[in-house]
């Protein structure tokens, strides 16, 4: 089987029989609603036979959508979870910086181009109100319908929960007091049987970028304007697609003076065509912003959850003499993020 943990999408649509599969799976799941015994703050790791790792997360306990979503690595959830109860904008960085396959059933109004007439072909029937829709986020790219790899990957993450359920039942997976449950390793033999692991997977979520160390001892060097405030911010924009077509979630990053108001810079970071994101153009961005005014501010405020995580380590770590301020001081980028969201 492809692994889907990849640089590039998986562009390869997926055959009749596999989507009559599909959508036959997906019954199942509606019919044994997984939601009402499992939370979305609990995450089941499956270790399969060829060695692939999966992190399956139920949703819907509290309602809304119900579904099942599968990221390729535990920092991939933890990543989506750390959004939860943010504003809408953490929520779309979320999604659309993080790889993810997902079965939701939602009202047909919601289905993705095409979807509706692959549910009809399969024979399956669904009420209009809960249709399943196979989505398949990656990293820098607009959502779109799961390649063939995906889909094959995503139900066999989703038979594997299933097959959980079946082992355990509800009461042995009832929700602790913890903000998020490694439920176990779910781990399959090669001859198909699964047993018990050990829990051996980070909680953390790094951040990757390259930090230009000349630069950055440049700004550190910068005399600190106490009473200068200033905002960093980080939308999501929808920014051209790739050859293949598909479209691609780049960065519209928004540097302001937050007493007049007077924008310092601002430009746009196009995600590649084979999707991810590089922060390092963005870091040496606010930093040459930062060497043009001729100093550093007394007070940072960062909106945008992966901005505000970047940004915090380089306070905590170059500029200690910075006030770092949380995104919900951010008043000028919620007006611009409110803005840019009017249909």
């Known amino acids: 089987m492809k692994d889907v943990k990849t640089r590039k999408p998986d562009l390869t ?135 063939a790899a995906e889909l094959e990957d995503a139900l066999a993450s989703i038979r594997a929960l299933l097959a959980f359920l079946d082992a355990h039942g509800p009461d042995a997976i009832a929700l602790k007091d913890a903000p998020m449950q490694l439920l176990t390793t779910w781990t399959e033999l090669p001859d198909g049987s699964w047993v018990r692991g050990e829990n051996e997977f980070s909680w953390l979520m790094p951040i990757a970028f390259n930090l230009d160390g000349r630069q950055m001892r440049r700004v550190a060097a910068l005399p600190i304007k106490k009473k200068l405030g200033i905002e960093v911010a980080s939308f999501v924009v929808p920014m051209g697609r790739t050859p293949q077509g598909r479209g691609k979630m780049s960065r519209f990053v928004l540097i302001v003076d937050r007493d007049r108001g007077a924008p310092l810079g601002m430009d746009i970071f196009e995600s590649p065509d084979e999707g991810g994101f590089d922060w390092s153009p963005v870091l040496k961005f606010v930093l040459d912003t930062l060497l043009k005014l001729g100093c550093v501010p007394g007070r940072l405020a960062v909106f945008g959850m992966a901005m505000n995580g970047i940004l915090k380590r380089i306070v905590e770590t170059e500029l200690k003499g910075v006030e770092f301020l949380s995104d919900d001081r951010c008043e000028l980028s919620h007006q611009v993020f409110k803005f840019l969201q009017r249909p």
């Open 13 to 147: 649509r997926p055959t009749r029989e596999q989507l009559r599969e599909a959508y036959g799976l997906a019954r199942e799941v509606a019919d044994r609603a997984p939601w009402k015994c499992l939370h979305d703050s609990q995450v089941l790791a499956v270790r399969f036979a060829d060695g692939r790792e999966r992190f399956v997360s139920v949703m819907g306990r509290g309602g809304g959508t119900c579904g099942i979503s599968v990221y390729m690595t535990y920092a991939d959830f933890h990543r989506m979870k750390a959004v939860d109860g943010k504003d809408h904008e953490d929520a779309t960085d979320g999604f659309f910086s993080t790889n993810q396959l997902m079965l939701a059933f939602d009202s047909a109004d919601f289905l993705l181009e095409g979807e509706m007439e692959q549910v009809l072909e399969s024979g399956v029937r669904f009420d209009r109100r809960r249709m399943p829709s196979f989505m398949s986020y990656f990293a820098g790219l607009a959502r779109d319908r799961m390649g």
